[in-house]
C-alpha cells in the first residue's frame, strides 16, 4: 500500500497543457453560461466570501487531523487526490485505517459520490472496451494504449477477462509511482506480457512503429482535468492519426459532479495546487471529437450520474 507524508507539496509537472490551476480558471469563466442542468462551472478559493473560506479553512484542517486517519485521504495528500494511485485505491474500495476510526472515516471518503461515480465509470469503461475488442476479427491481438492509465487496473481486469493472445495493452502515464505499482499488479496477476508500461506524456505522444498502431486508444479521468478547451481539441485530432485504419478514441467526460466547491477549496492535485475540474455536456466533446474526423461518436453515462464514456470511430 502506499505510504504517507506530512510534509507540504509543491510539484510542478513540465511539458503538459495546464491542468484546473488558479490561471485557468478565468479561462473557463465563459462555462458559467454552461451552468444549467446539472453542469457545473469551475468552483474555487476566488470565488469564496470571508465566512466561506472560514469554513474551506475548517475543513482542510479537519482532513489533515481526523482525515489522515483514512488511508485513502493519506494517499491523496501523498500523491494528489487525482492521481492514478488515488484512483486505483478507489476501484479497489477496501476501506483501511488508523487509531480505531480510520476504517469509518475511510469509509465514509471511499462512498463520497464522486469515487462512487468513478466506480462505475472504470466499470462502463471496461465493458465499452470489451466490446471494442469483441468487434474486431480475432486474426491478431487487439492493441489498445491508455495515454494516462495511472496503474491501469481496469485494463487489468480487461486484459484477465479476455481470452489468451486477444488483447495487447499499453498503459501511459506521466506519474512513476502509478507505473511501478501498474507494473507490480500486472506482474502479481501473470499479466506482464499482455499489459505493459512506461511513461510518456498524452499530449506528447510518440508515434507508434508504423504496423503497432493502436486500435484503441483511452483517455479516462485526463480531459476533466483541463480548464482549457483548445488543448483537448487538438489531442483528439492527433489521436485520430496515431490510431490503426478503423481505430476507435474511447474518452471520458465530466458532465456533473455536486462536490466541486469542496473539491477545488480542500483538496491538492498531484502538483499540490487546488484540485479543480471542468464539467462539460458531452454534447461538446462528442462535436470536438467529430471536428476532429471521427464519424461514429455515441456516449453512454455511468449509473451514478457524473461521467459519460465515449466511443468515437472513423
Ligand atoms: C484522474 S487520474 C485517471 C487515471 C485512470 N485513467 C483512470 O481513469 O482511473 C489522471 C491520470 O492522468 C495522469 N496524467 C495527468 N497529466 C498527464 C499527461 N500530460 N500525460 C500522461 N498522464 C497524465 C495522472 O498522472 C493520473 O494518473
Not at 211 to 221: K, L, R
Request: glycine share 12%; aromatic share 6%; net charge positive.
Amino acid at each position: 500500500m502506499n505510504t504517507t507524508s506530512n510534509s507540504p507539496r509543491s510539484r510542478k509537472r513540465p511539458g503538459r497543457p495546464k491542468t484546473a490551476t488558479p490561471t485557468g480558471h478565468a479561462n473557463h469563466a465563459a462555462d458559467a453560461g454552461r451552468s444549467r442542468a446539472g453542469e457545473t462551472a469551475p468552483a474555487g478559493p476566488a470565488a469564496s466570501g470571508g465566512l466561506a473560506r472560514l469554513k474551506w479553512a475548517a475543513m482542510r484542517s479537519l482532513m489533515h487531523t481526523v482525515g489522515r486517519t483514512s488511508t485513502g485521504i493519506r494517499i491523496g495528500y501523498e500523491h494528489g487526490f487525482d492521481s492514478g494511485s488515488m484512483l486505483d485505491y478507489v476501484y479497489a474500495n477496501r476501506a483501511h485505517g488508523s487509531l480505531g476510526v480510520g476504517r469509518l472515516v475511510d469509509r465514509a471518503y471511499l462512498n463520497a459520490v464522486g469515487w462512487r461515480a468513478i466506480r462505475a465509470r472504470g466499470e462502463l469503461l471496461r465493458r465499452t472496451l470489451r466490446a471494442e475488442i469483441d468487434r474486431r476479427p480475432d486474426t491478431r491481438p487487439v492493441r489498445v494504449l491508455d495515454l494516462a492509465a495511472g496503474p491501469g487496473r481496469y485494463l487489468l481486469d480487461l486484459a484477465a477477462a479476455c481470452p489468451d493472445g486477444r488483447v495487447r495493452v499499453v498503459c501511459r502515464d506521466l506519474a512513476a509511482p502509478g507505473l511501478a505499482q501498474g507494473r507490480a499488479m500486472a506482474r502479481e496477476r501473470g499479466l506482464a506480457d499482455v499489459v505493459r508500461y512506461e511513461r510518456g506524456n498524452a499530449f506528447d505522444p510518440a508515434p507508434p512503429p508504423p504496423g503497432e498502431e493502436p486500435d484503441v486508444i483511452v483517455v479516462s479521468g485526463l480531459y476533466e482535468l483541463l480548464l482549457e478547451d483548445t488543448p483537448i481539441r487538438s489531442s483528439m485530432a492527433r489521436l485520430r492519426g496515431l490510431l490503426a485504419p478503423g481505430g476507435t478514441l474511447v474518452f471520458t467526460t465530466q458532465t456533473r459532479h455536486p462536490q466541486l466547491e469542496f473539491i477545488a477549496n480542500v483538496l491538492p492535485n498531484r502538483e499540490g495546487e487546488p484540485w479543480r475540474m471542468v464539467c462539460r455536456p458531452v454534447a461538446v466533446t462528442e462535436g470536438w471529437a467529430r471536428e476532429a474526423g471521427f464519424t461514429e461518436v455515441g456516449s453512454e453515462h455511468e449509473r451514478v450520474g457524473l461521467f459519460t464514456v465515449t466511443t468515437a470511430r472513423g
